[in-house]
């Protein structure tokens, strides 16, 4: 049985459109972005590929197309995607709109710090995740990658440690930061912080061998 997360078949290229704007017609199909189900009624954005079956369309949440795929939702739009659907869904939200989610996603990607770095606590409510206790808000924690398993994908997630605890965390299995470049990449990732700090966290995590 044909599954709703693509829509495929034997049709050809000009039989179906590029794009569809729609209302989710089940819970069934999974944003291509975000992986997570598009729940029933929300709009999406289907694009149309051509796979081992045939032409078909690859959904996402409107919400999610605008952050990754603007270009893809501005055609759209100026075809009137929503047109295409089986049932033409109201209050689609102006192109002008999404755009400001389009800013707000490349302005938080281009924020976006590479691991491993150091930085000093926000709010005092994170914990350690080696020792499992508090670090104190404007204390200096390290921040470094492990492996987390989501369904079939394996993808590296930031954790914040204390720096007495950073030897001991990167021998962990699971890090997914190199030990013997950690120095150098803290130096070069740690934006923003004290060169004499810096210098002193790389002092106390010691040697990694």
Request: hydrophobic share 35%; with cysteine.
């Amino acid at each position: 049985m044909m599954s709703e997360k693509e829509t495929t078949g034997a049709k050809a290229d000009a039989e179906m459109p590029a794009y569809i704007i729609e209302a989710a017609r089940s819970g069934r199909a999974k944003c291509k972005t975000c992986r997570k189900p598009i729940a029933k009624d929300a709009l999406r954005l289907g694009v149309m590929v051509e796979g081992p079956f045939g032409y078909g369309h690859m959904w996402y949440h409107l919400v999610c197309a605008a952050k990754r795929l603007f270009d893809r939702l501005e055609e759209a739009y100026a075809q009137k995607a929503w047109e295409n659907a089986k049932d033409v869904p109201e209050d689609i939200p102006p192109l002008e709109v999404l755009a400001v989610l389009k800013v707000e996603a490349d302005k938080k990607r281009a924020e976006k710090r590479n691991l491993p770095y150091v930085e000093l606590d926000p709010s005092g409510r994170a914990r350690c995740k080696h020792c499992d206790e508090l670090i104190e808000r404007g204390s200096v924690r390290v921040v470094i990658g492990r492996s987390v398993e989501f369904g079939q994908q394996i993808r590296t997630t930031p954790i914040n440690i204390h720096p007495g605890c950073a030897a001991d965390a990167l021998q962990s299995p699971d890090s997914t930061t190199e030990p013997d470049s950690l120095a150098d990449d803290l130096r070069e990732n740690s934006k923003g912080v004290d060169s004499e700090l810096l210098d002193a966290v790389i002092h106390e995590i010691g040697s990694l061998y």
